[in-house]
């Protein structure tokens, strides 16, 4: 299989011949760089052992990677069917190790297709990332087994991914995040490694579910309409937007703002404050 997987022609050849181009409606920005396809797939834990899902494969550069790194399987979902003279010919290469699915991400069972644990690799279509990794990280909460996600963001998204309480970039994505799992970047992607070139940096983040963690979360939905509401309104005092709330129960001020409240503590209040 690697071997028919290494001889097909490049990516950029394969496009050509099949007169396809990055679609903006759909957020494509596609990576041709073999040595940055590779860096990614390599990262994911345990490919070996792994199904992998890959979100907006286009045409297929870090599909091939993904295969060239060993993974046991991977699942590409594309929204985008005019990708498929150029997918049907790496699935062909892959020997029953690539199943192609032409749907939106958005909508598949993704537990179901994968027929157990799965990681998630994908460089995510820059209009729909945020709500994917909000899905997955509810999913997580809820038992879903996922092994890992290792994905590539715009840099501001990646940062407020990581980011601590009190920083500028701290918001729903951090807290939502800590809560069910530990995550860092990995590494930073310019710009000019993409077609087109978008007008920001990239990054991939890894993110790796924490079960010690996981097994505190009750309702993640509860700390996702809390989280909601109070950044909603961040540079509001908390007192100023849940006004009935006797904040020296849970030992604040009720001066504070969203970003300077802890995921431990947003925790702790949504158990109380949200139905």
């Known amino acids: ?18 007169g396809l181009e990055p679609k903006k409606q759909f957020g494509q920005n596609f990576l041709f760089d073999l040595n940055l396809t590779g860096r990614i797939a390599r990262a994911v834990p345990d490919i070996a052992h792994t ?10 550069g870090l599909t091939r990677a993904l ?27 892959a020997d029953g190790k690539l199943k192609v699915i032409y749907d939106d991400a958005l909508r598949v069972d993704m537990k179901k297709i994968a027929g157990g644990a799965f990681s998630v690799c994908a460089n995510l279509p820059y209009n729909v990332g945020t709500e994917l990794l909000i ?13 890992s996600l290792t994905l590539m963001f715009q840099r501001e998204v990646a940062e407020r991914i990581v980011a601590k309480t009190g920083d500028d970039a701290y918001g729903r994505l ?23 070139r978008p007008r920001v940096e990239s990054a991939v983040v890894q993110i790796i579910p924490n079960a010690n963690k996981i097994k505190k979360i009750k309702n993640i939905s509860a700390v996702e309409n809390l989280t909601a509401k109070l ?28 970003e300077d409240l802890s995921p431990e503590k947003f925790l702790e209040l949504s158990k109380k404050l949200v139905a």
């Open 1 to 18: 299989m690697t071997n028919k997987i290494s001889s097909l022609p490049p990516v950029s050849e394969m496009m050509r011949d099949a």
């Open 51 to 60: 199904t992998v899902i890959e979100v907006g494969p286009g045409p297929g």
């Open 67 to 93: 295969l060239l790194a060993g993974a046991r399987r991977v699942i590409a979902i594309e929204k985008d069917k005019t990708t498929e003279p150029i997918l049907s010919r790496i699935e062909n290469a």
């Open 135 to 147: 899905n997955w990280l509810q999913d997580i909460a809820n038992g879903v087994p996922i092994k």
């Open 174 to 196: 951090a807290v939502l995040t800590s809560l069910v799992a530990d995550a860092k970047i990995l590494f930073g992607v310019p710009s000019t490694a993409f077609v087109p």
């Open 231 to 258: 950044f909603g309104m961040r540079r509001k005092m908390i007192r100023g937007i849940m006004r009935d709330i006797d904040w020296a129960v849970f030992g604040l001020l009720g001066t504070e703002r969203a």
